[in-house]
């Protein structure tokens, strides 16, 4: 938080509006720091609360690096930290199940207006995994 705390600082005197501003909670890969998802998780809460309109974004993957079937711990992660205020990720949109949990998670986070994107993306069959 002190880094976010200079950075917020720097810009706000530089005139960068809040929702211009973007942070990456740098995410340690959980296979070399046990407590990387809890630290991601707790400076991302921190981040919203103090400074709710900038923007937070993520490299997914980092936090699964070096572990087998890391595509699951992606996609816990991601749905994890979206509720932190994470609203930017680093990720391969190919992926269908990932992208199909952030439709999911938007929605269940009031972020998709009379569920929308969710009604949209089930008609265009984007659950059929």
Request: charged share 20%; hydrophobic share 45%.
């Given at each position: 938080m002190k880094v976010v705390d200079t950075l917020y600082a720097r810009l706000k005197?530089?005139?960068?509006e809040d929702d211009r501003?973007?942070?990456?909670?740098?995410?340690?890969?959980?296979?070399?720091?046990?407590?990387?998802?809890?630290?991601v998780l707790e400076t991302n809460?921190?981040?919203?609360e103090k400074y709710p309109e900038v923007h937070q974004i993520l490299g997914?993957?980092?936090?699964s690096y070096g572990l087998p079937k890391r595509a699951r711990l992606?996609?816990?992660?991601?749905?994890?930290?979206?509720t932190m205020g994470v609203d930017g990720y680093i990720?391969?949109?190919a992926l269908a199940?990932?992208?199909?949990?952030?439709?999911?998670?938007?929605?269940?986070?009031?972020l998709d207006k009379y569920c929308k994107n969710y009604i949209k993306a089930e008609?265009?069959?984007?659950f059929e995994l």
């Open positions: 005197a530089d005139g960068v501003m973007f942070f990456d909670a740098v995410v340690k890969p959980v296979s070399a720091v046990t407590s990387a998802g809890l630290e809460r921190r981040i919203k997914l993957s980092n936090i992606n996609r816990v992660f991601i749905i994890q930290t979206m990720i391969n949109p199940d990932t992208m199909a949990d952030i439709i999911t998670s938007q929605t269940l986070l009031g008609r265009k069959g984007k």
